[in-house]
């Protein structure tokens, strides 16, 4: 079936250390989205790419990185920058970036303990 | 800036009955979308109803209507016949942002009482 996978669905990460949140998606989409998700706060972008080896900042970009090697993954990699990266992260695509909707994967719960 | 208002934190209905959530933007585009998403406790996000601005007929989706009023930017969701599967958080979000982003409203929690 088609969709968008997001591996692991909880993360548990120690303060200083870079964790890598995995994004794959087999609905041949040209964009692909990162959200962060926190209480009362709705969905800000951290980062998307409209095409492979291109990417944008978001809204809260910093202490964020991302790839975009293949069209099918878009991994997020919370660096020890990110001052509070305890929080729910969305991935996303869309066909491109004009007027299609955006599919989304399951999510990761995302602590730093 | 280009911004989505859900004015209604919470809300509740009961089964069958039908409720309506508010949303209201502000854009100075002429051409976008508007969507409703719905999260379930599973927190996936999920598509409800897309509308397209230029079209001035009112989206439907099965027990799932909206109330597009354009020069007064509002796009309210209507859940006709609710169900206890239809408690989840709704957000309305439009691609009226700067290059198409999509902006999102704080969303609105809705409880289904049995």
């Known amino acids: 079936d088609g969709g968008i996978t997001q591996s692991p669905k909880y993360l548990f990460r120690k303060e200083g250390q870079n964790v890598t949140l995995s994004c794959e998606q087999n609905l041949n989409h040209d964009a692909m989205y990162w959200y962060r998700q926190d209480p009362g706060q709705g969905l800000r972008l951290i980062y998307y790419s409209q095409i492979v080896n291109d990417f944008q900042k978001g809204d809260i970009a910093e202490g964020y990185s991302v790839s975009r090697e293949k069209k099918e993954s878009f991994p997020l990699t919370v660096t020890s920058a990110q001052k509070n990266p305890t929080a729910f992260y969305l991935c996303a695509s869309s066909l491109n970036r004009g007027n299609t909707e955006a599919f989304f994967g399951q999510g990761t719960r995302l602590t730093v303990v | 800036a280009q911004t989505v208002t859900q004015s209604q934190p919470e809300m509740s209905v009961q089964e069958a009955e039908t409720v309506t959530l508010s949303c209201t933007y502000d854009?100075?585009?002429?051409?976008?979308?508007l969507f409703w998403y719905k999260q379930p406790p599973s927190r996936q996000m999920i598509l409800v109803i897309r509308q397209e601005a230029y079209k001035q007929q009112n989206a439907t989706e099965n027990r799932f209507s909206v109330n597009f009023q354009k020069a007064a930017k509002s796009f309210s969701l209507k859940i006709s016949d609710s169900q206890l599967g239809d408690a989840a958080m709704y957000f309305c979000a439009t691609n009226a942002g700067n290059n198409r982003k999509l902006i999102w409203g704080l969303g609105t929690s809705l409880a289904v009482n049995p």
């Open positions: 854009t100075s585009e002429s051409d976008y979308y």
